[in-house]
């Protein structure tokens, strides 16, 4: 019986640690009222990120994005400016684990032990704002965030996953 609880536990212990790093989220939101046909290039304006080396690396994965869906970067003066921005934030999460039985309850009465402990992970977020370069209205926003590994190629693939997906439904439908 308490071999079972301890592979219970075990059990437990690791899916409720893997469930940070689970969820890649992704939002887009749009003008309504643009005309996303007239836009065929683009240019970008900036890129903000702590970690130089990750400029480039953005630039690349939206670069990507954008070229399957037919559009081409030109150096200056392209129908949409981009604007990207990436934040890094510590998260933290609680993780509960009884030894006494499910919900703590002990089969004889009373609260069995229970243990709690705090694990801190980082979540990093990339914005990507689409401008009309002659109004210098916003028309899109893209957001992605997932948790980040110690692990620089796997933070990669995670960067251009994002951005796929990200621009999955770009450019929006026209209304009918």
Do not use: C
Not at 95 to 115: H, P
Not at 126 to 148: E, I, Y
């Amino acid at each position: 019986m308490k071999i079972q609880k301890t592979i219970m536990l075990s059990i437990a212990m690791i899916m409720l640690m893997t469930i940070p790093s689970v969820a890649q989220q992704v939002k887009t939101d749009y003008d309504r009222s643009a005309n996303f046909s007239q836009y065929k290039t683009y240019s970008w304006s900036s890129v903000k990120t702590k970690d130089p080396l990750l400029v480039d690396r953005i630039k690349s994965a939206v670069n990507s994005a954008l070229s399957a869906k037919g559009l081409t970067q030109v150096d200056s003066g392209g129908d949409l400016t981009i604007n990207a921005m990436e934040i890094t934030k510590n998260k933290q999460t609680l993780n509960t684990f009884y030894d006494g039985g499910f919900g703590g309850w002990r089969r004889w009465g009373g609260f069995g032990n229970s243990t709690t402990t705090t694990e801190t992970y980082k979540v990093g977020t990339l914005v990507v704002d689409l401008f009309d370069t002659q109004s210098k209205d916003l028309v899109w926003r893209g957001s992605s965030s997932d948790t980040l590994s110690n692990n620089s190629d796997k933070n990669i693939k995670n960067l251009n996953k994002g951005a796929e997906k990200m621009f999955k439904h770009f450019p929006p439908e026209a209304k009918k």
